[in-house]
């Protein structure tokens, strides 16, 4: 079993910064991917960045140039820095992390609980 945590959610204003981690019990390097999801309520979940072990990196457009994805191997752990941050992007922040040979988000991959971020106007 793999297991996921997330943390560094919170409330902040709009134009400000926050930091998540998610944690993660088993070697990143196993997984094809690590993901950061976000959902709003009554809207579906969105991928919003994802690093391979390559080091490659994926972001969606939205977020593009105001978040980025990077990682601590020997802590297992991949963080979100969200900066200049918009009411838009309130959500439960989740990481995700597929079953070998499986891809991110799939039905064979693994959640954390999440992370609320509030971004207030």
């Known amino acids: 079993q793999v297991q996921l945590v997330e943390s560094g959610g919170g409330l902040v204003q709009a134009g400000g910064s926050l930091r998540l981690s998610c944690a993660v019990s088993?070697?990143?390097?196993?997984?094809?991917?690590i993901g950061w999801y976000h959902q709003a309520p009554g809207k579906q979940r969105e991928l919003v960045a994802s690093?391979?072990?390559?080091?490659?990196?994926n972001y969606a457009d939205s977020v593009k140039g105001r978040f980025t994805i990077s990682r601590d191997n020997a802590k297992n752990t991949v963080y979100l820095q969200m900066n200049s941050l918009k009411p838009e992007d309130t959500a439960v922040y989740s990481c995700?992390?597929?079953?070998?040979?499986?891809?991110?988000?799939?039905?064979?991959?693994?959640w954390g609980l999440g992370t609320q971020v509030t971004v207030s106007s």
């Open positions: 995700n992390a597929p079953s070998p040979g499986y891809g991110l988000g799939s039905s064979l991959s693994y």
């Open positions: 690093i391979t072990p390559a080091g490659t990196t």
């Open positions: 088993r070697n990143i390097f196993v997984f094809n991917a």
